[in-house]
């Protein structure tokens, strides 16, 4: 029997049941859902994996699906993570606000049908991602949380999930699920990190707005073990909330006396951070694997000082990135009196932590993909959606005819998809024809509008891609592994 609170795994179900397939199965594991489940055993090649390298990439999507992000070029999307093998994607969603209810009627109604349901099902956008992906290779797979987790109730829960080719890619039983979780003899993939006494010497789940997702996987003789981590932004400023977290991560009750780098944005990320890095030591000690990877976003920089207090509690432990990810709205920003090009970037949040001496098989930097830049995503994008001109007049950057009529033909086309949308309503099957207007004035003004102004330049890559550039390095599979 499922919960309300369990609509992560009711959604699974409701998938499950018109959507899975001798060609496409889906697994509702109580700990993690795999989509395209089938895939290792029709089409892993170790052969194929022995042959390359293998290539991992973390990438925030920030929210496909969800209603905030309905802009999303899911094709590009997928063209960008095509270039990997294993992706760990963070701010996945379900369903959720008007899409989960529209699916709820459409599952229970008496007046849907089987072909209503496959049609008109408002599918979740790690799906949506997914089936781009499989267009371009069809063993692409994902692996996904169960349950979705948030800094706050209102919040929107957020799920982890690894993308991965299943040609050079198997996910493998991980050592810690299968001891930890009823696993109802399916196999243990992935699952929930758990802070408690025994890993981590305290429970310490409470100090975590996510908990990273861990999995492991197989490629050639290269196995290994990710944990997908969001750490959390908004430390709270809650008193007794900051000493409390504080007390539990650090031994003290004062974050300002935690030292240079730790202040009131960051100490809740540190310590989150800091304990996740306590977990690889439980995992590494306890399991004996010696492949450990921390990939994510970590919302704060490697030049942090305190980085330096932390990063040793994973005896090892290197910060794999320098490169700049978070994308910023702004052409300009300004420091001391000057004005300076931001060329569409800001923080290093997006980042690798692996030991590499353990890891020796993989590269020992990870290199950001840029898709506002110049090759062949980044002409893509700007050829699709650019329209302003490249000077200004006046305060704004003009829309040329030729551009307005690229306008008007992609609105058009985004107008007539909204308008062959089915729904019910009174047990009727109606036109899903609520907002439609208004969602077409948006995608005027948020995606082609916001170029014609300096502080919202970038602003349309973040609406049909994301607000992150992913990171990625490379790991060798054909070497003798060493556990």
């Known amino acids: 029997q499922l919960h309300a609170k369990d609509n992560v795994r009711k959604e699974c179900f409701y998938l499950q049941s ?9 697994d509702c594991h109580p700990h993690y859902h795999h989509y395209n489940a089938s895939a290792p055993k029709k089409f892993y090649n170790k052969s194929k994996a022995l042959k390359n390298s293998i290539k991992i990439a973390s990438f925030n999507l920030l929210y496909p699906g969800n209603s905030a992000n309905r802009y999303k070029d899911y094709k590009i999307v997928a063209k960008i993570m095509n270039q990997w093998d294993l992706v760990a994607a963070q701010e996945l969603v379900p369903s959720v606000g008007q899409a989960q209810h529209h699916n709820k009627v459409l599952m229970t109604s008496k007046a849907s049908s089987p072909k209503l349901i496959k049609e008109h099902y408002k599918l979740p956008g790690f799906l949506k991602v997914l089936n781009e992906l499989r267009k371009l290779d069809p063993s692409w797979s994902l692996l996904v949380s169960s349950k979705g987790e948030a800094a706050k109730e209102q919040y929107v829960k957020e799920l982890g999930g690894f993308f991965y080719r299943a040609t050079v890619v198997n996910p493998k039983n991980n050592d810690f699920c299968e001891d930890n979780y009823d696993n109802d003899e399916e196999p243990a993939y992935a699952c929930l990190s758990d802070f408690t006494k025994e890993t981590v010497g305290k429970n ?25 981590t969001h750490v959390i932004y908004t430390s709270p400023t809650d008193p007794d ?26 100490y809740a990320r540190f310590a989150e951070i800091k304990s996740t890095l306590k977990f690889m030591t439980y995992l590494l000690d306890y399991y004996e694997e010696e492949d450990i990877i921390l990939l994510g976003d970590f919302n704060v920089e490697k ?3 305190f980085w330096s207090k932390i990063i040793d509690t994973f005896e090892g432990a290197k910060i794999l990135s320098d490169n700049p990810t978070s994308l910023t709205d702004q052409l300009y920003k300004h420091k001391s009196g000057e004005k300076y090009l931001t060329n569409g970037l800001s923080r290093n949040y997006d980042n690798f932590v692996l030991n590499p001496d353990n890891s020796i098989e993989c590269s020992s930097k990870a290199k950001a993909f840029n898709f506002m830049g110049d090759n062949r995503i980044g002409r893509e994008i700007r050829e699709k959606y650019l329209v302003r001109s490249n000077k200004k007049s006046g305060r704004f950057y003009p829309i040329s005819t030729k551009n307005q009529k690229k306008i008007k033909k992609l609105l058009n086309q985004y107008k007539k998809n909204l308008e062959s949308k089915l729904t019910i309503k009174r047990n009727k099957v109606v036109k899903d024809s609520k907002n439609i207007a208004r969602y077409v004035k948006g995608f005027e003004r948020r995606v082609f509008h916001s170029q014609k102004k300096d502080n919202s330049f970038y602003h349309f890559y973040k609406e049909v891609v994301s607000d992150h550039l992913p990171v990625s390095i490379s790991c060798q599979t054909s070497g003798s592994d060493d556990d």
């Open 303 to 305: 030049k942090n000082a």
């Open 204 to 228: 310490l789940n409470s100090i975590f707005s996510r908990k990273p997702f861990i999995g492991s996987f197989i490629s050639g003789n290269f196995d290994f073990t990710l944990l997908n």
């Open 241 to 266: 909330v900051r000493a409390d977290i504080v007390e539990k991560a650090f031994g003290i009750r004062n974050f300002k006396k935690l030292g240079k780098g730790a202040n009131g944005e960051t």
């Open 18 to 26: 018109f959507l899975s397939s001798s060609s496409f199965k889906i």
